[in-house]
């Protein structure tokens, strides 16, 4: 299978209702990571890279600053005559609004999935972070004969969401999928990626769309367990859920550690982003940076040490920062004291502002927010 046989559909507002403080203005898909990517970045590098030229993004809402960072999808060479990036607006036909799950979401763009030529379609999520080489994927799925190939991985069950698990036979083929578990134990998770006919899957929406419906993993995966060939693609290769503020802090944390960065910064399949032109970080004289990622823009006069500060923020003379997660433009001001604090956009925290939070719990400030 070759990817320019693959529609990818990528689901821009899977888990907005797990990390409600930063998906309240913006959806899953644009939540800023590491210093100066966005969830969406991962998920559409990791098509373009399998050769995928043709992809449709499906919204539901706070997509204005998702439409503003994928623009034509250039950055990702995906601004084509013929194919290219779409995003698919959140209207169901059924109900005559916003869809209700993801069957009602894919059932209302069946005519984007029937319209190309492609045999067979990716279905991705946009709150996981991975560098999965999906070639591999694609040729596991030609090699089983599968129905349907799901990307897993062994891994903690992911708190506070209807993830999957697999339970599979000695050829990877899945025997049972139990969802949303509670248990504290590991597993073999799925990662909400999903290969699939085109056909199959116009077949299976239709049905299920007729029963009324609306829950993909219950009503086609799980029910179709014993009747398909669905199998399980295990990969040992970088991917984090983000679901929660914790896993968010977590995940920014560990990429100040430069083994975990080559895990997920791989030089052959490259994170593609929007592209910015803008000045160099400037450290002024007595500042002091360690262990810290600094995107541009920014301009240094303080003490920043274990921190992630993204384009454009500003920390001036006699603040110290620790362990920290500034968003673009935050502001700190004078003798400011910050440590385990995430910043949303265009925060300003003024002269001498003293904010502590716990690794297990930090202090979030919400957009545009001046304490």
């Known amino acids: 299978m070759k990817g320019n046989n693959v529609l990818g559909v990528a689901f821009a507002n899977a888990g907005d209702g797990l990390l409600t403080e930063l998906t309240k203005m913006r959806a899953m898909a644009s939540v800023p990571v590491g210093g100066r990517y966005r969830m969406v970045d991962f998920t559409l590098s990791n098509m373009v890279h399998a050769g995928m030229s043709r992809v449709g993004m ?117 025997l049972d999928v139990k969802i949303g578990e509670e248990m504290e134990r590991e597993a073999l998770v799925g990662l909400d990626m999903i290969v699939i006919s085109k056909a199959l899957l116009i077949q299976l929406l239709k049905d299920a769309s007729s029963h009324n419906h609306t829950n993909f993993s219950r009503e086609i995966i799980q029910k179709n367990a014993d009747r398909l060939h669905i199998y399980a693609y295990e990969t040992a290769e970088f991917a984090v859920y983000v679901d929660s503020m914790q896993s968010y802090y977590r995940l920014n944390m560990s990429l100040l550690d430069r083994s975990v960065r080559s895990r997920l910064f791989i030089r052959e399949r490259p994170v593609f982003t929007k592209i910015r032109d803008n000045m160099p970080t400037r450290y002024g004289l007595g500042s002091r940076v360690s262990n810290s990622l600094i995107a541009d823009g920014c301009v240094i006069e303080g003490e920043v040490e274990n921190c992630v500060l993204f384009r454009d923020v500003k920390v001036a003379k006699g603040a110290r920062l620790k362990n920290c997660i500034l968003m673009q433009a935050t502001q700190v001001g004078e003798n400011a004291q910050l440590n385990y604090v995430i910043t949303d956009k265009n925060v300003v925290l003024g002269n001498s502002r003293i904010m502590t939070g716990f690794e297990t719990y930090p202090v979030f400030v919400q957009k545009g927010a001046e304490i």
Request: hydrophobic fraction near 35%.
């Open 58 to 174: 499906i919204t539901k809402s706070n997509y204005r600053s998702l439409m503003d960072h994928v623009g034509n999808g250039k950055s990702w060479d995906l601004a084509r005559k013929n194919g290219g990036l779409s995003l698919l607006p959140p209207y169901s036909h059924s109900e005559g609004g916003v869809y209700t799950g993801r069957i009602d979401a894919l059932f209302d763009v069946i005519d984007f999935i029937a319209s190309g030529e492609e045999e067979y379609v990716l279905l991705c999520d946009c709150d996981v972070v991975s560098s999965i080489d999906i070639e591999r994927v694609f040729d596991f799925h030609t090699e089983k004969k599968a129905d349907i190939t799901i990307v897993c991985k062994q891994m903690a069950i992911p708190a506070g969401q209807d993830s999957m698990t697999m339970e599979t036979d000695g050829d990877a083929r899945i």
